[in-house]
């Protein structure tokens, strides 16, 4: 069936520090992978996402990865400030006959950036 | 903000109990995708509207039903409720090719 995996569930980093969260998908039809910011009391909150025929994206502090071979995404967050906080969650996603996407949620992220 | 709204924030149910929660979607958006998500997991797709037909169903059992109108704003109902049912209820508003933009939830508590 459909499953992704991710890890860590939880993640400290000192502020200014790197993070690195990775993913791991099944379905090898899933063609877009977005992930999403959730803070406490929210709803997800879109901060970068990558198709499958790239194999990596960058915007400013954040930048995400994908292995198509290996079925593997990662999301890298450098110079991590405070603000940075909260849980996030990757998704793999395959494209319906309507040209609209499924997602497939991780289990989430807890990232704390320690001041 | 995403321009997505759910009502409402926050309920409080009876198991047995039917409920109907509603979402209305971003402009320019004909899609509508409800997902249930379990306190410290991730969201789970419960099933799809795109252009007032379910477009995509997971696992969940039928008494999860939805709708979606003609403005494309979408209801999610959840007859006999049960225990199990308490989760953040989230809806995500998209088109054809585009990220799907959530809204802030329903919270509903069953007990």
């Known amino acids: 069936g459909e499953n992704v995996e991710q890890h860590p569930s939880t993640l400290s980093v000192q502020e200014g520090d790197s993070a690195v969260i990775k993913c791991t998908y099944s379905?090898?039809?899933?063609?877009?992978f977005p992930w999403y910011k959730q803070e406490l009391g929210k709803g997800p909150q879109l901060i970068i996402d990558?198709?499958?025929?790239?194999g990596e994206k960058k915007d400013q502090r954040i930048a995400v990865t994908l292995n198509k071979t290996a079925k593997h995404f990662s999301l890298h967050i450098t110079e991590t400030q405070p603000e940075d906080s909260a849980v996030y969650f990757c998704?793999?996603?395959?494209?319906?006959?309507?040209?609209?996407?499924?997602?497939?949620f991780g289990t989430g992220t807890r990232l704390k950036v320690l001041a | 903000e995403t321009g997505v709204t759910q009502s409402p924030t926050h309920l409080i149910k009876t198991r047995g109990q039917q409920v109907t929660l509603r979402c209305s979607s971003q402009?320019?958006?004909?899609?509508v995708s409800w997902y249930q998500q379990a306190l410290g997991q991730g969201p789970q797709f419960i099933f799809q509207?795109?252009?007032?037909?379910?477009?995509g169903r997971g696992n969940f059992p039928p008494r999860f039903s939805g709708l979606q109108f003609p403005n494309y704003s979408s209801e999610l109902n959840v007859n006999a409720l049960e225990l199990d049912d308490s989760a953040l209820y989230l809806c995500?508003?998209?088109?054809?090719?585009?990220?799907?933009?959530f809204g802030q939830g329903t919270r509903l508590t069953v007990v």
């Open positions: 995500a508003s998209s088109s054809q090719n585009t990220e799907a933009f």
């Open positions: 379905d090898s039809a899933s063609n877009y």
């Open positions: 990558i198709r499958s025929n790239v």
């Open positions: 998704a793999a996603s395959r494209t319906l006959s309507s040209g609209t996407y499924k997602y497939i």
């Open positions: 402009s320019g958006h004909n899609t």
């Open positions: 509207y795109y252009r007032e037909e379910e477009n």
